[in-house]
């Protein structure tokens, strides 16, 4: 339990751990929260050669509405995003995600920025950002860049961030009149990675069709899954429950879930059916749908 060696620093600005980043493309790590690169490193499944710390850099703490997205901050907490009283108005789908990761220890280090750029399927927020259609900003050493999070996740603990960049900002696009979000998780106990969850997002129109659909999946394949299929299905479609258990059945398809000791693959694969149902159950309640 016992990290390798590695040099540790602490820049004081962007700029520098940017900088730092560039020095050491090769081995150097990220430290925001800590929560998930840590225990990666004290069981050795993961190395670094330099650990930068990013926590003396103001300026990425922060949740506000602007331009019509939500945007927050790399370093912002868990439990700030839980507290958060425009996500508790506006944005309930991050307060379903937000309060069923770890616990609530956990919760007032861990930071939403690391738990997108770990890139580790079974965290929670992927999924919620695949649904709502969410945006990655990133500084490196060629300034800022916007990435889609659909094209974010590349496999098992990769993402596109390049080696010299920072996660510094997550958009998520403000919600509309007809809008509902849930995230709907199952958990072996509290506080565990999920054994399957599911993010649904959904926009009904004035005449009471589906004018968009989200659904993300945690933790049933290499990847977080975003349920394309799923979502086109329900496109023009009364969110009626034959549409939402059909939308359902479509999304768990489109999952790759491995056995272990959190289930066989086709327990897994039943439960984000079930999962994906009750999201969009909740999201249509939530959007004012019946």
């Known amino acids: ?127 919620t950002m695949l649904a709502l259609g969410a945006q990655v900003v990133a500084m490196g050493k060629s300034g800022e860049r916007v990435i889609p999070i659909d094209k974010f996740f590349l496999g098992l603990f990769r993402t596109a961030l390049q080696p010299d960049e920072i996660l510094t900002e997550i958009r998520i696009p403000a919600p509309v009149e007809g809008s509902g979000g849930a995230y709907v998780k199952l958990e072996r106990k509290v506080g565990d990675y999920a054994t399957a969850a599911s993010a649904a997002y959904v926009v009904i129109g004035t005449q009471g069709f589906v004018e968009r659909a989200g659904i993300g999946l945690t933790n049933l394949g290499p990847t977080p899954i975003k349920a394309t299929a799923a979502e086109k299905y329900l496109i023009g479609k009364k969110p009626e429950t034959a549409a939402l258990a059909e939308a359902a059945r479509i999304a768990a398809q489109a999952t790759e879930p491995s056995a272990d000791r959190r289930g066989a693959v086709e327990y897994k694969r039943e439960m984000a059916r079930v999962l994906t149902g009750r999201a969009l159950k909740k999201a249509v309640e939530r959007a004012g749908g019946k």
């Open 1 to 127: 339990m016992i990290p390798s060696s590695f040099d540790y620093h602490a820049p004081a600005t962007l700029a520098e751990a940017v900088a730092l980043l560039g020095k050491y493309p090769e081995d150097a790590k990220v430290l925001s929260g800590g929560q998930s690169l840590l225990p990666l490193l004290k069981l050795r499944l993961g190395q670094a050669g330099h650990l930068i710390d990013i926590g003396k850099i103001p300026g990425l703490e922060y949740i506000k509405e602007e331009g019509g997205m939500l945007r927050i901050g790399g370093r912002t907490r868990e439990s700030a995003l839980e507290r958060s009283e425009i996500v508790q108005k506006r944005y309930p789908i991050l307060v379903d995600t937000a309060k069923v990761i770890a616990d609530p220890i956990v919760r007032n280090l861990a930071t939403v920025g690391g738990n997108l750029a770990h890139g580790d399927p079974g965290n929670d927020h992927p999924a």
